[in-house]
Structure formats: C-alpha cells, structure tokens
C-alpha cells in the first residue's frame, strides 16, 4: 500500500521541482510514475495523483484511465474491452485558459472525505512531456480541465481547499464519485 500524504505534510506545500528532461527515462522516474499510478488504483475514487502526494518533489501529475472513461468519447472504449491508458504529464504548464469559469464539486485524497466548490476555467491547454520524453500539448474540457487545474496546483504547493467554498466533510459511505485529487 502506497502512502497518500496528507494536508499537514510540508511537501504539499512547497513547489515541485521540474524533472530535468534528461531524466524523464531514467528508471528512477519511471519507478516514481509506477508508484503514483499504483497509488491511484489503490483509491477507489482517484481520478488522478500528483508526485507531492506520495512525498515526490517532482512536477509530475498522472491522470487515471478510469477518469477518461467518462468522457463519452473515451467510453467507447469500454465496448471494446480495450483499457484506457493513464496519462502521465511531467513538467506541466498551463499555456491557455478560457475566460468562462464554472463552479465544480471537487474533493482531494490529500484532504480525505473534505469537498468544496471550487471555481475552475472551463476549458484549458496543458503543455507537457509524456513518460517518454514527448512533447504532449492538449486541450481540454469538463472533468478533464478540472484535473489538469487541479494537479497543476498540487505542483505548486496549493490544495483545494484554499479556495473552496462550502466545505464539508463526507464520509466515505455517502460521498459523490467522481472526485478530482
């Protein structure tokens, strides 16, 4: 069982580092996505880890498949029985975000059974590199926007619920799925 720091640890709170881009293959950072991926199927809400979660000072968020399944165009899939891959985004920057805003249902596994209302950017862009050393640039929207918004905080030392409104404890039981984390 893989560890899943939470919000009084320190490292939370701190900006990640960037993983040097001669790194990204290194063995060592494949271990470290292995373990955030290992991490994320552990949780049966997870939609997607940042490293600081699981104590990795690394600019480095990995989205879960189950979290692309829900998109209708990813669904698809599922009739095939094919899995959707996890995407992996090292040194992710956020390069374009739109001007409409919405209010979202948001949770975090740093801040267990905590969920607030967060406001996010409809739409954005990311900017990253894959776990093989890509250049990856991808839009998004929905669930997928709201992920990408809320690892990129994680990387910067910010949680949910400095800007969540209407926080409130859920236990397990009664919580709403999906959540972003």
């Not at 040097?20 to 939609?47: C, F, G, H, S, W």
């Not at 990995?62 to 669904?75: I, Q, T």
């Not at 991808?138 to 669930?143: I, M």
Request: glycine share 6%; proline share 5%.
């Amino acid at each position: 069982m893989i560890t899943i720091l939470q919000k009084g640890a320190s490292i939370l709170r701190e900006v990640a580092h960037e993983v040097p881009l001669n790194d990204i293959r290194t063995p060592a950072i494949e271990k470290i996505v292995v373990r955030m991926k290992e991490a994320a199927i552990q949780e049966e809400d997870a939609v997607a880890i940042a490293a600081p979660q699981i104590g990795e000072q690394l600019r480095i968020f990995v989205v879960s498949g189950r979290a692309l399944d829900k998109d209708p165009e990813k669904a698809k899939n599922k009739k095939t029985g094919v899995k959707t891959e996890d995407l992996v985004f090292i040194n992710p920057e956020i390069v374009k975000r739109s001007r409409q805003k919405k209010v979202l249902q948001e949770g975090c596994l740093s801040v267990r059974w905590f969920y607030g209302e967060v406001k996010r950017h409809d739409k954005v862009t990311i900017r990253a590199y894959d776990e093989k050393g890509n250049k990856v640039v991808r839009g998004a929207s929905g669930l997928l926007a709201q992920i990408f918004q809320h690892e990129t905080d994680h990387l910067n030392g910010i949680l949910f619920i400095d800007t969540a409104h209407n926080l409130k404890e859920i236990p397990p039981e009664k919580h709403p799925k999906p959540t972003v984390h």
